[in-house]
């Protein structure tokens, strides 16, 4: 018993490593909220995921470990693209279609929305939601609370009223979890940004 306590003490602590670089991509939302330079954020981005895709190779198809960062991929990411390349992926996406406000919100319910499903989950979670392998109510509760609060915090700057604005954060908070909570196999990272920022983008323009 006080082995597997150990063992899950672990994996927790890796798992908050592996969030608090996750945690770190805040910068891209900060270099392209100061500079409001879609090209330069495309670029310091595409940069960075050059960089996993260099990670993934050497890790993968040359099977070299990297000390430190080897220990930071979950299991099934092995033998596939780690999260965070998926993640550079999806925030170019995200970048190069929606409007800057738009993405800058999709970006940062998947960094705050996704950390706080998985750490609350592991830690608090007790009521699993049927049909997921390991999913919990509190973790997606509190997934969907950062992401309807981080939403809100954005709307100020659309010059929405305050229904208008209260549908548009509940429909992309809705939306990033419901992903979040139903992908299993997936990358989430890739996932939740296209879908997310597309609610987002649509009910903007019926809002005008």
């Known amino acids: 018993m006080e082995e597997i306590r150990q063992e899950t003490k ?23 909220s100061y500079t409001k330079d879609r090209m330069l954020t495309l670029y310091f981005v595409g940069f960075l995921l050059l960089i996993m895709l260099l990670m993934d190779f050497i890790r993968i198809e040359q099977q070299w470990p990297l000390p430190i960062v ?18 550079a992926a999806s925030t170019i996406i995200t970048i190069a279609l929606f409007d800057q406000v738009i993405a800058c919100c999709t970006i940062l319910l998947l960094i705050y929305g996704d950390t ?15 049909g997921t392998k ?5 973790g997606t509760g509190a997934e969907f609370l950062i992401d309807w609060l981080i939403s809100n915090g954005f709307f100020f700057f659309m010059g929405l009223t305050l229904i208008e604005g209260l549908l548009l954060a509940t429909s992309m908070a809705f939306t990033a979890t419901a992903i979040e ?3 299993e196999e997936l990358d989430d990272n890739l996932m939740i940004p296209p879908f997310t920022g597309t609610v987002g983008q649509l009910l903007r323009g019926v809002f005008g």
């Open 10 to 32: 672990m994996q927790f602590r890796y798992e908050v490593a592996r969030k608090l670089v996750h945690l770190s991509a805040t910068f891209i939302v900060i270099l392209y």
């Open 70 to 87: 080897t220990r930071l991929y979950r299991k099934k990411e092995t033998s596939r693209f780690g999260g965070n390349t998926s993640f």
């Open 116 to 130: 706080a499903a998985s750490l609350i989950g592991r830690q608090f979670g007790q009521h699993k939601i049927k």
């Open 134 to 138: 390991n999913k919990s109510w509190e």
């Open 181 to 183: 909570t139903l992908v």
